[in-house]
């Protein structure tokens, strides 16, 4: 994707939630700079380490209108947390689905979710079984209910859907853009997603812009203590950050 594009989108994203009343953190605000100024500070680490901020992906798949996701982590907890079953065992993102934009068919092992339309048009949601027979009995709203295998439940504002964990889903906007909550187990998009169609779950980053946001995608970089170059410039770190899309195999 081009960087020109995530940065539009993300800001296309934040207009969205202030039309709809829906606070942000100070965070979803912050620029590359201040994220960059932040980073050596023990106040930024948590942060960091726990993925909070923007994340945009198409997928792998080069078409973001067709196939694609903005999304904001607003609170996560870590892989320690999780593991013990201790501490900050949640987590909670702001999605955003473009009018007829898909999220490929993936499933989380570790991760049970909810699925949540916070206002715009229609999501539509569609569960599979990993081995892709019989139903799966979930909660839409609260309440019990058994859904067919490739089932499409169509989620308007306000209702919910939880998503089991082992069990495919993909989902896209009908009729227009959706603001989506979801609320989960602790979060990890480098080893908890596996597509059905194998896909990397961050972007390869075309610099083609000077970069106004920083992406989660980003942070190891910094958690590492290297240097980010500046975006646009050309040498081979640019051009490894141009090929960091990776697949996610789990």
Not at 35 to 46: D, G, N, Q, S, V
Not at 119 to 133: K, N
Request: aromatic share 6%; with cysteine.
């Amino acid at each position: 994707m081009k960087r020109s594009r995530i940065d539009a989108v993300i800001d296309g994203a934040r207009e969205l939630a202030a039309a709809a009343a829906m606070p942000l953190p100070g965070f979803a605000a912050w620029s590359r700079a201040d994220w960059l100024a932040a980073a050596p500070t023990p106040a930024a680490r948590p942060a960091l380490e726990r993925g909070l901020g923007w994340d945009v992906t198409d997928f792998g798949r080069g078409d973001f209108d067709r196939v694609g996701l903005i999304l904001c982590t607003l609170r996560n907890g870590t892989l320690a947390e999780r593991d013990s079953g201790s501490g900050q065992t949640y987590a909670e993102k702001l999605l955003v689905a473009q009018n007829g934009q898909e999220t490929p068919m993936h499933l989380h092992r570790r991760k049970a979710e909810d699925i949540i339309n916070r206002g715009g048009a229609a999501l539509v949601v569609e569960l599979r079984p990993e081995t892709g027979d019989g139903d799966i009995i979930t909660l839409v709203d609260g309440l019990e209910r058994a859904v067919r295998a490739g089932e499409s439940l169509r989620v308007e504002p306000g209702q919910s859907v939880q998503v089991p964990a082992g069990v495919y889903h993909r989902f896209w906007a009908d009729g227009g853009a959706v603001l989506a909550g979801e609320v989960s187990a602790v979060n990890d998009d480098v080893d908890d997603n596996l597509f059905l169609d194998p896909s990397p779950r961050y972007p390869s980053v075309d610099e083609d812009a000077p970069a106004r946001y920083l992406l989660v995608s980003e942070y190891a970089e910094l958690l590492a203590g290297a240097p980010i170059t500046s975006p646009g410039a050309t040498s081979p770190r640019n051009a490894s950050m141009r090929r960091r899309g990776r697949p996610s195999t789990r």
